[in-house]
Structure formats: structure tokens, C-alpha cells
């Protein structure tokens, strides 16, 4: 039986960044970015910096865009709401003058009948 040791340079030949540090560990962090998350994944990848930025810019600048969407459809509905209090606002004003018309002429006919 003869034993024989690992080929580092075939384990490595896989890896993209077979020439730097990360070694094995890029492949475990690929896995774990997928319960970690993008920023986590990029900021401990092999990665370069430039495509790293760019990926972040991009998640950052969608994000962005979503709250400012977000946003708009809080202004309008607020906008909507308040068209609404005001609207209520005169009906109830308009139910109190119209109350205190009946009111008075209710007193009216009162006075006559006594």
C-alpha cells in the first residue's frame, strides 16, 4: 500500500483566487454569504474592491430607489387622508348648522303652542 499526500495546486486550480490568502475559505464563505448576506460575502471575498463597491452601489442606489417610492406613496395617501379629515370636517359643520336651525325652530314652535 502506498500512501501519497494532497496535491495543494489541484485543490487550489478550482479556486479563483488560488494565489492569495483565502484558499479553501472562499469556498465556505460563498456558502455562508448565502445566510450572511451580499455585504458580508463582498467585504470577505476574493472579490476585487472595484467589483465589490460596484455590487454595493447597486444594492445601496435600488434600496434608495425603494424608499423614495415608498415615500411618494406616503405622501400621497396622507394627502388623500387629509382630503378626507377636511371633507368630514365641513359635514360635520354643516350637521351642527343644520342642528342648531332645527333647534331654534323646534323652540319656535314650543313658544307657539304654549
Not at 494532497?6 to 445566510?35: E, H, M, V, W
Amino acid at each position: 500500500m502506498r500512501l501519497t499526500t494532497a496535491n495543494t495546486s489541484a485543490i487550489d486550480s478550482g479556486n479563483p483566487s488560488s494565489s492569495d490568502q483565502y484558499g479553501a475559505a472562499y469556498a465556505i464563505g460563498a456558502f455562508i454569504s448565502n445566510a450572511n448576506g451580499l455585504s458580508t460575502f463582498l467585504q470577505n471575498s476574493a472579490i476585487t474592491p472595484n467589483l465589490s463597491g460596484v455590487l454595493l452601489t447597486q444594492v445601496i442606489d435600488s434600496n434608495n430607489q425603494q424608499i423614495t417610492s415608498l415615500e411618494q406613496q406616503v405622501d400621497v395617501i396622507t394627502q388623500e387622508a387629509n382630503q378626507q379629515a377636511d371633507q368630514l370636517r365641513a359635514q360635520f359643520s354643516e350637521s351642527e348648522s343644520q342642528i342648531a336651525e332645527l333647534q331654534a325652530l323646534q323652540e319656535q314652535i314650543a313658544a307657539i303652542g304654549h
